[in-house]
Nanobody
Framework: QVHLVESGGGFVQTGDSLRLSCTAS????????MAWFRQARGKEREFIAA????????FSSDALKGRFTMSKDNAKKTVYLQMSSLKPEDTAVYYC???????????????????WGQGTQVTVSS
């Protein structure tokens, strides 16, 4: 069983930056992907970025990769999402998730992920 805990959300102003963290515990597989998704109220879940273990391959949303960057700290079992130049339309609940034994074609598909954090709210005020 994998347990994921996000933190770092909050209320910010347009143009601000924010860094989210997601710390994992449990799990025995060394082949997995960690990803960030977000879901705004009334909208579908949106893929942001992912990193694949053990090879470190990265995946990102073309729409967001200029402002959002995912990174990892293996020693801390933590992934981060650095967000910059935030806009009101970035307001959403942000989730991290883990997909065991991923294949590249499924990494952007939220429904394939087996484990999810509780989410952290990010609100960007204009």
């Amino acid at each position: 069983q994998v347990h994921l805990v996000e933190s770092g959300g909050g209320f910010v102003q347009t143009g601000d930056s924010l860094r989210l963290s997601c710390t994992a515990s449990g799990g025995t597989s060394n082949s997995y992907a960690m990803a960030w998704f977000r879901q705004a109220r009334g909208k579908e879940r949106e893929f942001i970025a992912a990193i694949r273990w053990p090879n470190g391959a990265t995946f990102s949303s073309d729409a967001l990769k200029g402002r959002f960057t995912m990174s990892k700290d293996n020693a801390k079992k933590t992934v981060y999402l650095q967000m910059s130049s935030l806009k009101p339309e970035d307001t959403a609940v942000y989730y991290c998730a883990r997909l065991i034994n991923p294949i590249a074609s499924t990494i952007r598909t939220g429904d394939r992920y087996q484990y999810w954090g509780q989410g952290t709210q990010v609100t960007v005020s204009s």
